[in-house]
């Protein structure tokens, strides 16, 4: 939100930004994306009936065709979307991974394009079926969190924790993720 209490956030073209920031920063990589928008929503304004489109639309995947799944999200009600999401995709065979960002992606001191890198590297070293989320704390780390496991932020706060929240150089240095 604006100095004026506008809404700076443009959700409207948020995965087409962080896919062309992917591109720039990594020119020769052969990730393919393929991107689709079910929902055009800030995270605050998410009700239940929003979660079912989200679930309907992973449901309408031919999920052998992907090597995993990331899903742009805002950072206030994250722990929400993923607790729900954890229990529906309980079964999932390949990760999904909510990435959001504390700033909007166009200020320099956004975590969100790093969270974005985060999860297609998790996704290319194989992470295991099941919902995550991977976000970059205030301490400048890379942590992984399964997604049942996601505590809010506390009041004041821009940092995501869970109980066996591990940093994302470690996962990234096991093998399999």
């Known amino acids: 939100v604006g100095h004026d209490g506008t809404r700076r956030s443009d959700v409207g073209t948020a995965s087409t930004v962080l896919e062309q920031h992917y591109r720039l920063a990594h020119p020769f990589s052969s990730v393919q994306f393929e991107v689709q928008m079910p929902l055009n929503r800030l995270s605050e304004d998410l009700i239940p009936d929003d979660w079912c489109v989200i679930l309907r639309s992973i449901a309408s995947l031919d999920l052998r065709r992907y090597d995993g799944i990331i899903i742009a999200h805002g950072t206030d009600t994250l722990e929400q979307t993923a607790g729900m999401l954890s229990a529906a995709l ?36 194989h992470l295991y079926g099941g919902l995550w989320v991977v976000y970059e704390n205030s301490d400048g780390e890379m942590y992984l969190h399964r997604g049942f496991e996601l ?27």
């Not at 956004?110 to 998790?122: D, M, Q, S």
């Not at 821009?158 to 993720?177: G, Q």
């Open 90 to 125: 309980a079964d999932i065979s390949i990760p999904v991974i909510l990435v959001s960002a504390i700033e909007p992606l166009d200020e320099s001191q956004t975590n969100g394009h790093a969270n974005f890198e985060a999860a297609v590297k998790l996704i290319c070293k």
């Open 151 to 177: 505590l809010p932020c506390q009041n004041e706060s821009r940092s995501f924790y869970s109980r066996s929240m591990r940093k994302l150089s470690t996962v990234l240095d096991a093998s399999p993720a």
